[in-house]
């Protein structure tokens, strides 16, 4: 990759009647042929290494074209440059550009039959970095939502017997917001995130495939500094339960050394103001590493106990069906996974040249270690470069320069953890777990990007 | 200028030095008070009632710790299931309308092994509630906690207890004459069709209390001249190109991506995918009438018992517009249904009161009354 002067890659707009007399040609004649067999012959074409050629318009070879004196848009000053701005304070919350309005969580229909019980997707496509704009970050919700007085908020320590601990306690938010703090980032994925895929690709795009996952940077009080208020006997209480305020009072099981290790805090904040409805406001569990279901919202209660409880959403939910008709409980460790997010399913590339590479990696049993990335299906696979701060399990952001030939190409990541742990494919973990777990599919994603630009969610096998 | 921003900061000088006086009063206060209350956090938190935490306490664990003593029949159930449950789950709860099916795919052999045998069935299609839960408590616990799901917390002790022998009786576990009570779950359990289905020998509990801390999966970082996965096996087919909508609507209008046209045919050609993006609409329309109405039928979630076309649970929303859009009094007779309920026109099943306020009701009336046009 020559770094000094990449060749351009970079979208033309798209103005009406910018196609040539050839190009015009094409596209009628690409429709009345059909492209039936397109996509198989494109993967073939890809396997053979040959690099397909296709006859674009001259247009479409460069992007920033200057005809005549220059670009208009420098010659002609705009009314910005010539005109009085909006006042401070013309929204006292600001929002997204207008022009940024695509930029949404969204639903993916036919997934769940009710808006209450569901799901929304962070558009993972749009986003740079590693922080979810709190306005985009995923949801779920059991039973709907609710905007909760902080003010009649309480949080109550109790344990499953009065010997677990020396006494039950009650907390204002007021009195939870007055105690020692720490801020930490992390990721959040949903134990289903990529559920739909087990089987066969279902998704078009990495907002549905990947998109039940985000990265805040969270504020809270450590839950070991508040059973250490209420005397919690750790010897005896090795589980810990959490509860929601809300309709379903969603409850699961965590292990009381996640707590011992002072991971586990009562968050309020959320990037630097508190938490949003959708997210649990006034306060939410934060369980580094461990799936999004056990950061229970609206948390009304906790309770120590010596006994794992078998809630709703860990015997019946979020039980995860093994060949042999076994299901896996209590599983909760989100494992080591990655996916790009450009190019990926659903975008296109107009030209050759050279791209960013960019996407997400993490580990829910600590930090990324390497990123590869393979623009060959997975028979060669490079270093990709890590953006800092590399956090414990927190999202990573990892970029990798590459230059599109024109020809149908297959981007795959893998990440590797500092355990040690390596990303399965899709056959390696399909060969242990077979494809109806529902939860925890980290399975290396495929996008094929073809000859059209056009990028499609793939599977290889 | 710089006199300009002199003045604020002299003021926050002066009063930089009150805080710091203000601070010592505190501290000392602070001292004499840790001196009274235990640790070092003092005047934080409080001691809970034992009413408050019987309020809250609620959880039921599989070995029964939280079950409140008490007891409900499989008929008491039965009327309380139909009255309650029925509309979401159906009444022999095998509906896949609302929720995916309660009841189902267990048999009388696995009540005897406590695994059930068609979770090896691939033909057979879901997985029931019944198929799943191996502890009995977790029923009683779910229904107990958060249902019926539009009035949480709203069942009686004896209520639980019936609905959930109700439950079991129409899966075949509990005879029609029982009567199910703290006294006796601990049979029922003994009959969870399940209640062997389940493992904790995986490498995902992140402590030491369960589980074996070993990944399952194992795979090697191979860098050069790897053996990859040998053909394209699974991709999203053509007609289901635009089923999550027109991509290019859901990327940024800016960078080196755009999402591609999905309302058009998939392109061939680079220049072909160029040309569907620039016959894209130049810019999303204003919300029309249709779109208002469609956002307020899923906030409100109507659409859980409303179809479109079709009855659900109540009648299809062109159906109501159907029969209506003649009446001269439509929209003020559709906005008082929509807010007061009903019942008898379209089926038993009575429509509960909404509460969304008049301003939307009258929205949605309108719309019903215009035919329903999305």
Redesign the interface.
């Known amino acids: 990759m020559d770094h000094t002067s990449p060749p351009s890659g970079r979208l033309l707009k798209a103005p009406e009647n910018f196609l040539d007399a050839d190009g015009v040609r094409t596209v009628f004649r690409e429709a009345r042929d059909g492209r039936r067999d397109f996509i198989r012959r494109a993967f073939t074409t890809a396997a053979a290494g040959a690099a397909a050629v296709v006859a674009a318009p001259r247009a479409l070879a460069q992007a920033n074209l200057v005809s005549g004196d220059g670009d208009p848009h420098i010659l002609n000053l705009p009314a910005h440059s010539t005109g009085l701005g909006l006042p401070v304070v013309t929204d006292g919350y600001g929002k997204p550009s207008k022009y940024e309005t695509n930029v949404q969580r969204r639903q993916s229909p036919g997934l769940t039959q009710t808006t209450q019980a569901s799901v929304s997707f962070s558009p993972l496509q749009s986003l740079f970095g590693i922080v979810t704009p709190s306005g985009l970050h995923f949801e779920r919700h059991h039973q709907g939502w609710w905007d909760i007085d902080p003010s009649q908020h309480r949080l109550m320590i109790n344990g499953s017997d009065g010997t677990l601990l020396k006494k039950s306690m009650v907390f204002t938010m007021d009195e939870l917001m007055r105690l020692p703090s720490v801020s930490r980032f992390h990721f959040i994925e949903c134990g289903a995130n990529t559920g739909m895929e087990w089987g066969n690709v279902a998704v078009p795009t990495c907002q549905y495939t990947h998109g039940m996952l985000s990265c805040s940077e969270f504020t809270g009080v450590p839950l070991k500094l508040l059973f250490d208020l209420c005397g919690v006997d750790y010897r005896r209480a090795r589980y810990v339960l959490g509860e929601g305020a809300d309709g379903s009072s969603l409850t699961r099981t965590i292990p009381m050394e996640l707590v011992e290790s002072g991971e586990v805090f009562l968050a309020y904040g959320q990037n630097g103001e508190m938490l949003r409805p959708e997210n649990g406001y006034p306060l939410r569990l934060v369980v580094p590493g461990v799936q999004g279901v056990s950061w229970v919202k609206y948390l009304r209660r906790i309770e120590v106990g010596d006994k794992p409880y078998g809630a709703k959403d860990e015997a019946i939910h979020y039980i995860d069906l093994m060949p042999g008709g076994l299901h896996r409980q209590y599983s909760s460790t989100q494992e080591c996974k990655s996916v790009i997010t450009t190019p990926s399913g659903g975008q296109v590339l107009l030209d050759k040249g050279y791209y960013q590479v960019s996407g997400l990696a993490w580990s829910g049993k600590g930090k990324v270690k390497t990123v590869d990335v393979s623009v060959d299906g997975g028979r060669n696979w490079r270093a990709a470069r890590l953006q800092g701060p590399v956090m414990d399990k927190c999202l990573t952001r990892f970029t990798l320069d590459w230059t599109w030939n024109g020809s149908p190409t297959l981007l795959q990541s893998r990440a590797t953890d500092e355990t040690g742990y390596v990303q399965p494919n899709t056959a390696q973990l399909r060969a242990v777990r077979d494809t109806r777990s529902i939860y925890h599919n980290h399975a290396i994603q495929s996008w094929l990007v073809q000859e059209s630009g056009e990028v499609k969610n793939v599977q290889l096998s | 200028m710089s006199s300009c921003l002199e003045f604020p900061s002299a003021a926050l000088r002066s009063s930089g030095l009150a805080a710091l006086t203000t601070v010592a009063a505190v501290a000392g206060l602070l001292f004499a008070a840790s001196a009274q209350a235990q ?1 070092p ?1 003092s005047g ?5 009632t034992p009413q ?2 019987a309020a ?4 039921v ?3 029964f ?2 079950l409140p003593a008490g007891s409900g029949s499989v008929v008491k159930g039965m009327e309380v299931w139909e009255a309650k449950c029925a509309s979401c789950h159906g009444i022999f709860g095998e509906s896949n ?3 995916s099916p309660l009841v189902g795919g267990t048999t009388a052999q696995d009540i005897q092994t406590g ?3 068609r ?2 069935d ?1 033909s057979f299609p879901g ?1 029931t ?1 019944l198929m ?4 009995v ?3 009683w ?2 229904i107990n ?2 249902m019926p ?1 539009t009035a ?2 709203t069942l009686t002790v004896e209520e639980v207890y019936a609905v959930t022998a109700y439950l079991l009786n129409l899966g075949g576990v509990l005879p029609d004459d029982f009567v199910m009570s703290d006294k006796n779950i601990a049979q029922v359990q003994a009959r969870m069709p ?1 209640r062997n ?4 020998e ?10 074996n801390e070993k ?12 053996a ?9 087919p ?1 007609f ?2 635009n ?3 027109n ?1 290019a ?6 960078g ?5 046209n ?1 309302d058009q ?11 569907a ?2 016959a894209l609409p130049a810019a ?1 329309a204003a919300p029309t009438e249709g779109k208002q109405a469609l956002a307020s039928l ?2 409100n ?1 109507c ?2 018992c409303h179809g479109m076309d079709n009855k659900i649970v109540g009648p299809g929303f062109t159906e109501i517009a159907k029969k209506y859009s003649g009446r001269a009094d439509a929209v003020a007779y559709l906005a008082g249904r929509i807010k007061g309920g009903g019942q008898g026109v379209w089926g038993a099943i009575p429509m509960p009161a909404q509460t969304l306020p008049e301003a939307e009701a009258k929205m949605l009336a309108e719309w019903l009354a215009k035919g329903a046009v999305r």
């Open positions: 640790g956090y934080v938190g409080r001691a809970a408050e935490v809250w306490d609620i959880d664990r599989p070995d710790k939280g309308e609302i929720f695994r059930v045998a979770l090896n691939r997985r509630t799943k839960a191996p502890t408590s977790t029923l616990d779910y906690r958060a799901w949480p917390k399940n289905g389940m493992t904790t995986h490498g995902l509990w992140p402590g030491k209390s369960m589980g990944p399952d999966v194992r795979a090697t970082a191979c860098m050069t001249n790897c990859p996965e040998a053909k394209l096996a699974s991709f999203l053509d289901a190109r089923a999550h909508g991509l609507e859901q990327n940024r209008l800016i080196a991506q755009r999402g591609a999905t045919p998939a392109p061939t050609s680079r220049a072909a995918t160029a040309a993006l620039a999303a899923a906030k979630n659409t859980a």
